[in-house]
């Protein structure tokens, strides 16, 4: 049962500490759209998400004001369009794109995901012709995120589908370069992509879910800051205190913030009439003061992000939220840990300009984290062979470690290591990290095959 007295003890942290709940996003499955035509299966598309999302909003916005709890993004989720538009044409998928914008709009959510493909096996047809799409559906629309699963634990990396990455993300950002490049924002590369995951821009509506669910993202590294800081501070003697406890105060903190997630899921579940999915409890940085995964790593002890020491608190920090948010719930779900997206983390956007955070560093902490490489702004001179081999390098962690791991690596055209990118709003700014070795992995990416 989910008691009121839980829920009060988190005033303080919604006042104070930024904690919110960073997404509720709605899960649809629109297998069933497909028609004879494109123009039928926008149609069905536009109407299924209408029908499904119409209240989903207002919904969302009465439930936060009966709480006090923030609601701070309403997104959509849907099947993995290369699925629904089986057979279907590069310019089909891009009016799709269009028609998924056009719906995301009329329901009034902030971005709707799910224009994917699953290929870590295999690639087909219509999945190159899908892909194909990508650089100019985004371009041509507002709330559109795409995702692309090119590995898993089981099945290895698909290497002929890695190397079109490479070229995706180049075309994205050589597509909206009038805005820095912003489309490769919108666009990841996944090894074992999960179909509950509520954040963005990698959602899913996976096929093994059901017709709709309601899934809800939680985030708050101020408050787990906040909640350090005092305990460190009333502990001021050296060797009074110990990672153990620091943990366990992690630990309880995000319990608390795991139930107040729960609690918002489950009305806005109850009053649609929607099925509950999960609670993905991450720390998810924004680019507010306070709101920072990198805070964390200076108040746990290292003096610059990214200096020795700097992996293992990661991976006592991500520990540490998986326990508390299992402990809190049987719905944990998603990604669930803690994210170090650089260009959402004014801390670690901070690290790179001075130099203390790498993007070899970054890889490393990527093994114990809940994602990988995200959000990082690098040179627009970056050849396409590069980009992939930096993809490779992320896919293979995941493969080898059985966990989710991605890249959104966004280079920026007409920009070199040194320069600045600012996207604003919850996509950040960032100093543009340099890259090392380029040029030199084209014999790698051209072997193709699996791995």
């Known amino acids: 049962m989910l008691r009121s007295d839980q829920i009060l003890a988190t005033v303080e942290m919604i006042q104070k500490e930024n904690l919110d709940v960073r997404t509720v996003t709605m899960g649809i499955n629109l297998l069933e759209c497909r028609g004879g035509d494109v123009q039928e299966t926008c149609r069905r598309i536009r109407e299924k998400i209408v029908s499904y999302a119409g209240n989903f909003v207002p919904t969302c916005d009465s439930v936060s004001r009966k709480y006090g709890i923030p609601v701070i993004n309403k997104r959509i989720a849907v099947t993995p369009i290369a699925f629904v538009g089986s057979g279907f044409e590069k310019d089909d998928f891009v009016e799709i794109a269009k028609t998924l914008d056009r719906a995301a709009t009329d329901v009034g959510v902030d971005i709707l995901g799910g224009f994917s493909a699953q290929v870590e096996k295999g690639i087909t047809a219509t999945d190159r012709e899908f892909i194909a799409s990508i ?25 002929d589908a890695l190397a079109i990455m490479g070229q ?42 059901a017709e709709a669910v309601l899934n809800v993202g939680v985030s708050g590294p101020g408050v787990v800051a906040r909640a350090l800081e005092r305990l460190i501070s009333n502990h001021p003697a050296p060797g009074t205190l110990q990672f153990d406890e620091l943990a366990e105060e992690i630990k309880q903190t995000t319990f608390r913030v795991t139930r107040c997630g729960e609690l918002i899921g489950r009305a806005v579940s109850m009053s649609l009439g929607i099925e509950f999915g999960v609670v993905d409890l991450s720390l998810a940085p924004t680019p507010t003061i306070g709101d920072s995964v990198g805070e964390i790593f200076k108040i746990l002890g290292v003096d610059a992000i990214g200096a020795p020491g700097t992996t293992a608190i990661l991976a006592m920090l991500n520990d540490a939220v998986k326990k508390g948010g299992i402990f809190a719930s049987k719905t944990v779900g ?12 004014s801390m670690l956007a901070d690290a790179v300009g001075a130099g203390h955070l790498c993007l070899e560093k970054l890889e490393a902490m990527t093994c114990v984290c809940s994602v990988g490489l995200d959000m990082v702004a690098i040179p627009g001179s970056v050849d396409a062979d590069t980009i992939a081999a930096i993809i490779a390098d992320e896919m293979a962690i995941g493969v080898i470690n059985s966990k989710t791991t ?38 790698f990416i051209g072997w193709g095959g699996r791995m």
Do not use: W, Y
């Open 168 to 209: 995706t993300v180049k075309d994205l950002a050589e597509a909206t370069a009038d805005q820095g490049g912003f489309g490769a924002a919108k666009f990841v590369v996944f090894c074992n992509q999960p179909g509950d995951n509520p954040f963005m821009a990698g959602a899913i509506h996976g096929l093994e879910e």
């Open 135 to 159: 650089p100019q559906a985004l371009a041509q629309t507002d709330k559109i995120c795409a995702s692309i699963n090119i590995a898993s634990t089981q099945k290895g990396i698909n290497m």
């Open 406 to 443: 991605a890249a959104r690596l966004i280079p920026v055209p007409g920009k070199e290591a040194g320069d600045h990118v600012n996207f604003g709003g919850l996509f950040g700014a960032s100093p543009i990290m340099p890259i090392r070795n380029v040029g030199k992995s084209s014999r």
């Open 334 to 345: 998603g990604l669930s840990g803690a994210f170090i997206p650089v260009m959402e983390d």
